[in-house]
């Protein structure tokens, strides 16, 4: 029997989740081995809009990416829902739609609108007692228990690690099934999140490359006490460097020759998206011929 991702968040290893942003990085990384994912909100907009973590990412886009992953996977799926779009009516329409669409995991979090990136500067978040009640709201909102509320503080940057600590008890309180304090800018600090909550709820840490926290392996973070470790840009930076050396040479040269190894091609790309596969599933629906 399949485990869901609220029983491995309990096994014995931290549960490693990619950042995906469609049906394809879904689908490799899966191939690679993942046994859960994360659609990053960022990572959408990054690629689907061609513009920065700010916001502009609606409800609808997020939830048509998901259908998308979940036609193409089953492996579990935690969804960056922002801050629900809105107060605790948006936020219990926001988890509806995306239980619906196949997420096992939102992810919310209790910045103002417009919100950032977490690991931007000049970030807002909006008063404690307020996201505890769309907390609630996202509780009361799922149809079922195994559909995790995750809850992302980002007042580390804002008001300091002990309010943001005092805002994850209060999280944890409302009903929040994981706890996030997003962007702590040390490996102190990290510490102190996970003596001061892992006995409280399982534990999210963020790796983002170039951002405030210190980028630590799963293992490591596990041996801290976090119980799940997202990656969740890592593939959008390792796509945009590809993609800026492939379009470079191919402007200058006039030909792919000189990216051939660096690509994989026609028949290779056809065993990933599965095209034999499609075309015989196709075949076996064709009535007999005459």
Do not use: W
Not at 21 to 33: E, H, V
Not at 59 to 70: G, Y
Not at 117 to 136: A, F, N, Q, T
Not at 191 to 209: C, D, F, H, Q, W
């Amino acid at each position: 029997m399949t485990s869901t991702l609220k029983q491995d968040l309990a096994g014995p290893r931290a549960v490693l989740a990619p950042g995906v942003y469609d049906a394809l990085t879904a689908s490799i990384a899966t191939d690679a081995g993942a046994r859960c994912l994360y659609l990053s909100g960022a990572a959408i907009a990054y690629t689907r809009l061609g513009r920065p973590d700010i916001g502009l990412v609606t409800m609808s886009e997020v939830a048509d990416t998901i259908t998308l992953v979940r036609d193409r996977v089953t492996t579990p799926l935690v969804v960056d829902a922002d801050t629900g779009y809105g107060n605790a009516l948006n936020t219990q329409r926001t988890v509806r739609l995306f239980e619906r669409a196949g997420a096992n995991a939102l992810q919310l979090e209790d910045q103002s609108f417009p919100k950032r990136c977490g690991h931007l500067s000049e970030k807002r978040v909006i008063p404690r007692d307020e996201m505890v009640g769309k907390i609630k709201a996202a509780v009361d909102a799922r149809t079922s228990a195994e559909t995790l509320i995750i809850a992302r503080t980002d007042a580390v940057a804002v008001e300091g690690l002990e309010p943001a600590l005092e805002r994850a008890h209060a999280y944890a309180a409302a009903g929040a099934d994981v706890l996030f304090v997003e962007a702590p800018g040390s490996i102190d600090q990290l510490t102190t999140i996970a003596k001061t909550l892992s006995g409280v709820r399982p534990l999210l840490a963020n790796m983002v490359e170039g951002g405030r926290t210190p980028v630590k392996s799963a293992s490591e973070l596990e041996a801290l006490g976090f119980r799940l470790v997202i990656f969740p840009g890592g593939i959008v930076r390792a796509l945009a460097r590809a993609a800026g050396a492939f379009y470079g040479t191919l402007v200058q040269s006039g030909t792919t020759a000189s990216m051939r190894n660096e690509m994989i091609d026609f028949d290779q790309l056809n065993d990933v998206i599965g095209t034999a596969d499609m075309l015989a599933l196709g075949k076996s629906y064709e009535g007999p011929t005459t």
